[in-house]
């Protein structure tokens, strides 16, 4: 039960958009292979005050909004910017922040809702091509190893949800596994569209 609650915490957290279904909304070009994004900007709204909600497809009527605050900090090289979550399940801050062109997303909860868990998630490479792909070590979850695998699916397309076009989004398909007795298990399949 702790496990799967887990999962509940960090697949809830691990977005920065709402989830949506591609097919039941307008103006979407998936797949392609677009155009690089534009140089100087960011994939990420570090600004004390920006906030996002973020609606989980898989639970009816459950949703995170995360805000982003003034507090930073730099682990290993990448500076990161406190998100806090005034709604959800989670009542611990979660971090983003990127180095060059990586993008991350920490949460270092020690223990949250009785599952200890320090995952540090790559989530978006906004400099490679579509097909990039990438392994690396995500940190511990209940005292087993993690690890993330993450591909670029699609990058400069156009998308409408709830009336608004975004342009210039990358998309990225993350995968969360989990070392259970020497064996790496699925443990999510996570979806970003940045814009």
Known sequence: LKTSFLLMAVGALVSCQKEINPLEEENNNEPGTGAPAP?????????????????????????????????????????????DVVEGINDVPVYYGNIKNDYYMLLEAGSANGA????????????????????????????????IKGKIAAKGITKTWVGKTYKDIIHTSVDLEYNLMGTWMPMGTYQFYCA
């Not at 900007?41 to 003034?70: C, E, H, I, L, R």
């Not at 200890?116 to 998630?121: H, R, V, Y």
């Open 39 to 83: 140089t100087g900007s960011s994939y990420m709204p570090y600004t004390k005050g920006s906030s996002w909600t973020y609606q989980d497809s898989a639970v009816t009527n459950f949703k995170t909004v995360m805000v982003a605050t003034d507090v930073s900090k730099t682990i290993a090289g990448i500076s990161y910017k406190q998100y």
């Open 116 to 147: 200890t868990i320090d995952i540090n998630m790559l989530f978006l490479n906004d400099k490679e091509n579509v097909g990039y792909t990438w392994t690396k070590d995500a940190g511990t979850a209940n005292g087993f190893p993690a690890r």
